[in-house]
């Protein structure tokens, strides 16, 4: 006997469902083709900074919309949301420690938070994907490997520390073809920042990543290929240890009215 | 009997010669391939907003460079820079009007000044001409003609207005090329944001442009086609009357180590 889950086609009612109680699980999947965004929620006198530090690292922390201080509306990406209610589950992390897991900010929110939605990596997926190249974890309970380097981000303000890559095992016949596809993306990651030897970005060992899952070479015609992750602004930032921080719980993301397509500059 | 004068050839050449005095002229033909940018310059109590709008808005303000307050060099994309004294002529507007054009700041820099850095067209323009398609101001004394639209930005926080825009006729053959050519540029107003009949963003007679000198059609066979401009966040920050603002004087930019190939997404 399989059991009906309801599947959210669009932004909107995948919102409408996490609003009403009835979906708390990772979005992954949910309303195919529509830009999912990490969060990120900070105090105002440090949004300057971390706006200024995502404008001068737009591969790794591309601004998908931000949320002014004493609003809650996505207005611009998501007409009619509220940031406090529609994400399936949030963090909330004071002085740099996890101190709630909610479903809800209503016991959290305060007048003087600004929120970052920030691309993430589904979109380009989806276009790797079309291009006929395989992502085994896709779809899974798994994750993408992802590793720190020893590329600097820019600093601005407080805000520095090394940038966080995601990595993608690549067929060598596949990876003009990878280059092209991301490149579109500049509002979800982009173009590669790296092709091949992994130790020349400062990883020594490519099945130990730092988060997420390893992800074995199954050819010897893969190519090992890099991308900035969306995890490097949530790190930089939680390393100051601000006095508040709310983000989602990984995988539970915010899910735009935007469609992949409206982020590809070409 | 031909006068010399020596082009500079680099952005720093460009700089090192305007400290020095010894340029004061539009920097149009200087650096050849250097990215030049517009210069607004705010105080700090302001800066979020006009970045957010910037953010809002990437292809009318497309973000170069942030200076931060305290700061007066370009470090990320020319080190070795003093914005008060490396643009050839600037205009200081209290509650906006013009009070002075100096050829430095010493006597007007404040530490709580921020710098925002913005694409100009020079960088797509080049791209437009190595696909043969002829711009007749270039390298003239003339500007490219710009209209205020009835399209609307995205507001934020006191930042708002009508999108402006420059207009360029290009021939019907090469029309696809021109769209392929300043698609790779996002950083310098990237993709048209109209072709064809001006009326559809409010323009009402394209022979009265509201900045720069008209450009008569010579051939039925050319589009209208239209990008938008860098003149609309100097524009729009310029109506909130702010207590003090700072820019270039028009054609007078400010000319970076970056080169134009740098801002290609692909």
Chains 1, 2 share one sequence.
């Not at 969060?39 to 919309?65: G, Y």
């Not at 007048?111 to 276009?127: K, M, N, P, Q, R």
């Not at 893969?222 to 601000?242: D, I, R, Y």
Request: net charge negative.
């Amino acid at each position: 006997m399989t059991s009906l889950i309801t599947i959210p086609q669009t932004g909107k009612e995948t919102r409408e469902l996490i609003r009403a109680g009835q979906f708390r699980q990772p979005t992954s999947g949910a309303a195919p083709h529509f830009v999912q965004a990490n969060v990120a929620i900070l105090p105002k006198d440090v949004a300057f900074d971390f706006l200024l530090f995502c404008q001068r690292n737009p591969k790794p922390c591309p601004v998908v919309e931000v949320i002014e201080a004493g609003d809650v509306e996505a207005a611009i990406t998501a007409p009619g949301s509220d940031i406090r209610t529609d994400v399936p589950l949030y963090r909330v992390y004071k002085n740099g420690e996890m101190v709630d897991e909610p479903d809800n900010l209503m016991d959290h929110w305060r007048d003087d938070l600004v929120t970052f939605l920030l691309g993430c990596s589904f979109s380009f997926e989806h276009a790797l994907m079309a291009n006929g190249i395989d992502l085994p974890y896709y779809g899974t309970e798994r994750n993408v490997p992802m590793f720190i380097t020893d590329i600097e981000t820019e600093a601005a303000g407080q805000f520095s520390g090394p940038m966080v890559v995601s990595h993608r095992w690549i067929p060598q016949d596949k990876l003009v073809r990878a280059v092209q596809a991301t490149s579109r993306f500049p509002g979800t990651h982009g173009a590669p920042i790296h092709i091949g030897d992994p130790s020349v970005i400062g990883i020594s060992n490519i099945e130990k990543p730092d988060f997420g899952e390893v992800w074995e070479q199954s050819s010897d015609d893969q190519v090992a290929v890099f991308w900035a992750c969306g995890v490097t602004p949530q790190s930089v930032a939680m390393s100051t240890k601000p006095e508040l921080m709310i983000t989602h719980s990984p995988g539970h993301m915010f899910v735009t009215d935007l469609k992949d397509e409206d982020l590809a500059v070409l």
